[in-house]
Nanobody, 126 residues
């Protein structure tokens, strides 16, 4: 089972970027998935969550209104559209998947996700 995150790069503040996560080795159509990030010198933080069906999402306050998570279960892929990027969004971004459905209160808990991508670096210059 492998998750492959891609789409990172160097952009300027205010720009947009779209990250993709491609899964292989297993269908994730019944698994909740999410995005996390880790800034230099900091711990990994929750960014966005999508229920397996795509009908329920959750965002960290720091990205709410700017980032949008989406998924295409038929293609076993997930995306993160990032708009109005800020220098503080600079981090390595990870996609992750749970075994199934995560209870509501634990959606932002990284321990609920058992499969992780290798991360893609996003750098936002001011």
């Amino acid at each position: 089972v492998q998750l492959q995150a891609s789409g990172g790069g160097l952009v300027q503040a205010g720009d947009s970027l779209r990250l993709s996560c491609t899964a292989s080795g297993r269908s994730f159509k019944n698994s909740d998935m999410g995005w996390f990030r880790q800034a230099p010198g900091k711990g990994r933080e929750f960014i966005a969550y999508s229920r397996w069906s795509g009908t329920s999402t959750l965002y960290a306050d720091s990205v709410k209104g700017r980032f949008t998570i989406s998924r295409e279960n038929a293609k076993n892929t997930m995306s993160l559209q990032m708009n109005s990027l800020k220098p503080e969004d600079t981090a390595v971004y990870f996609c992750a998947a749970a075994r199934g459905q995560i209870i509501l209160t634990q959606r932002s808990n990284e321990n609920q996700y058992i499969w992780w991508g290798q991360g893609t670096l996003v750098t936002v210059s001011s």
